[in-house]
C-alpha cells in the first residue's frame, strides 16, 4: 500500500465540477483581478472566522507582514514569536524592519510558552505573534491577558489553523489581526499561492485594502506607498468552492485523528494533544519518536510518506544567525525538532490508510 503526506489531487477530482465552470467563467469576461470573486470569498471567509472584515492577498507571508505593517510596526520595534514555527511567521517581522524576539514553546502542545513571552518584553515590545501551529490553538487567554497588561497588540498567524477553535472562539478572530495563508496544502489552499487577514478593526482592513493594491484608494490616486499582493481570482474562485466544504474536511481530518490516537496509543510514541474547550484541525498530525530518522525511512521503505515540521529551528538557521540566539537557547523546540514526525494527514485519508500506517509504526517500534 502507498500512503502520501498528502493527496490534493483526490481532491480535485471531488470538487472539479464545482470548481472548473467557475474558472472557465473568469477566463470568459477576462475578470482577473479583484473583483466580484473576490470581495464575495472576503465576506464569506469573514463570516466563517467570525469576524466583521477579510482582505485577500498575495499569500500568507504577505498577510503577516501588512498585518505588522497596518498596526504601525517597523524599524525599533520588537515582536514576539516562538522559536518552534514555519519561517514566514519570522521573515514578515524582518520585512517590516522591527525585530523578531523568539521564545520556546510547550511540551505538550508544541504552541508558544506564555511566560517564556512575559519574560522577555521590554520598553521595546510591541506584539506578540503567536502561532497556532500544526491546527491547535495557541494558549490565548493567557498571551491576550499579557497583551492587555502590557499593551501590545496581538497579531495571529493562523496560517495553519482554519477553523480551529479556542473556547468556542475561530483561531485568527481573538486577536487585532489574523493572518491566513491559502498555500495548496493548507486546510483551505487554493491552486497556488494566496493569503487573507481578518479583524473586527475597520481601518486597519481599509489601510490593508489599500496597501495591497499599490496604495490606491481609487484607480491612479496613490494614498500611501503599497504594493502589488493582490488574491488572484481564480484563487478566490476556488477558495469560494472550497469554503463551503472546509467544516466537512476539517472533521475528517479529526476523525482520522482519533483513530490514528487509537490505533497508536500503547506504543512508545509520544501523540498529539487537543486542550480541552479547543478544537484541534489537525493540519498536521505529528508524533516524536526517539529514533525520528530510522521511523521515517522504515516507513518510507513501505510506502508510507512523512514530514518534518520543522528539522531546524528558526534560531539554528543561517538566515537568522544574526539574532544571537546559540544552541541551546531553546531546549524544547530544539529536542522536538530531532523528534517530530508528520504522519500522512488530509481529508480523504481513508481509515485503511491510517490503518496501515500504524501497523507500520507498530512493527518498527517491536
Ligand atoms: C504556510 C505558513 C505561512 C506562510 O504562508 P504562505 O502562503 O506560504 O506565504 C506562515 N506561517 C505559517 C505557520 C505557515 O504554516
Redesign the pocket.
Known amino acids: 500500500m502507498k500512503v502520501p503526506f498528502v493527496d490534493l489531487q483526490t481532491q480535485f477530482q471531488d470538487i472539479r465540477s464545482e470548481v472548473l465552470p467557475k474558472m472557465e467563467e473568469v477566463m470568459r469576461n477576462s475578470s482577473f483581478i479583484l473583483g466580484e470573486d473576490v470581495s464575495r470569498f472576503e465576506d464569506e471567509f469573514a463570516e466563517f472566522c467570525g469576524v466583521d472584515h477579510c482582505v485577500g492577498v498575495g ?6 507582514m501588512w498585518a505588522l505593517k497596518a498596526t504601525g510596526i517597523g524599524p525599533g520595534d520588537e515582536v514576539i514569536t516562538v522559536a518552534n ?2 519561517i ?2 519570522v521573515l514578515a517581522i524582518s520585512a517590516v524592519g522591527a525585530t523578531p524576539v523568539l521564545v520556546d514553546c510547550l511540551e505538550d502542545t508544541y504552541e508558544v510558552d506564555p511566560d517564556a513571552v512575559s519574560r522577555v518584553i521590554t520598553d521595546r515590545t510591541r506584539a506578540i505573534l503567536p ?1 497556532h ?1 500544526y491546527g491547535h490553538p495557541a494558549e490565548m487567554d493567557s498571551l491576550l491577558s499579557i497583551a492587555k497588561e502590557h499593551d501590545l497588540i496581538v497579531i495571529e ?1 493562523a ?2 489553523a482554519h477553523g480551529a477553535e479556542y473556547r468556542g472562539t475561530r483561531c485568527g478572530s481573538m486577536g487585532l489581526v489574523g ?1 491566513f ?3 495548496p496544502g ?1 486546510n483551505l489552499g487554493a491552486y497556488g ?3 487573507a487577514i481578518v479583524t473586527n478593526d475597520g481601518t486597519i482592513a481599509e489601510k490593508i485594502r489599500q496597501l495591497r493594491n499599490y496604495g490606491q484608494s481609487r484607480k491612479y490616486h496613490h494614498d500611501v506607498i503599497g504594493w502589488n499582493s493582490r488574491l488572484d481570482t481564480l484563487q478566490a474562485v476556488v477558495l469560494r468552492a472550497k469554503l463551503t466544504h472546509l467544516t466537512e474536511w476539517n472533521n475528517a481530518r479529526h476523525h482520522s485523528a482519533e483513530l490514528y490516537c487509537r490505533l497508536l496509543k500503547d506504543l512508545p510514541v509520544v501523540l498529539p494533544i487537543e486542550i480541552s474547550d479547543c478544537r484541534h484541525v489537525y ?1 498536521l498530525f505529528v508524533i516524536r519518536h526517539n529514533r525520528r530518522d530510522e521511523l521515517m525511512a522504515s516507513l518510507a521503505s513501505q510506502g508510507v510518506y512523512c514530514g518534518i515540521h520543522y528539522p531546524i529551528p528558526i534560531h539554528l538557521q543561517s538566515a537568522y544567525a544574526s539574532l544571537g540566539y546559540p544552541k541551546g537557547s531553546f531546549p524544547i523546540t530544539e529536542r522536538i525538532s530531532d523528534e517530530i514526525l508528520s504522519l500522512p494527514m488530509f481529508p480523504e485519508l481513508q481509515p485503511g490508510q491510517v490503518e496501515y500506517v500504524c501497523k507500520c509504526i507498530r512493527e518498527f517500534v517491536a
Open positions: 499569500s500568507g507571508c504577505d498577510a503577516l514555527t514555519y514566514a511567521t502561532v501551529l498567524d496560517a495553519q493572518c495563508s491559502f498555500y493548507k499561492d494566496g493569503g493540519h
